[in-house]
């Protein structure tokens, strides 16, 4: 797949999700290169879409976390 599109409401808990997601990556460099590595290391690992997805979870449940303290 070269392409995935992600839509949701502009007043959805998702959005607020994603959100709260990106303005902590920005605050956070440090957050920001374990991202990518996982990231990166899930491009070459993971069987599809949705492997690669579940790939991410738990970084990103632990960074939502931290963002909601």
Known sequence: MEHHLYVCNKD????????LFRNYLRSNPEAVAEYEEIKMKLAKTAKDRTAYTEGKTK????????ALR
């Open 12 to 19: 959805s808990t998702e959005l607020a999700k994603h959100l």
């Open 59 to 66: 970084f990103v449940t632990k960074i939502l976390g931290k």
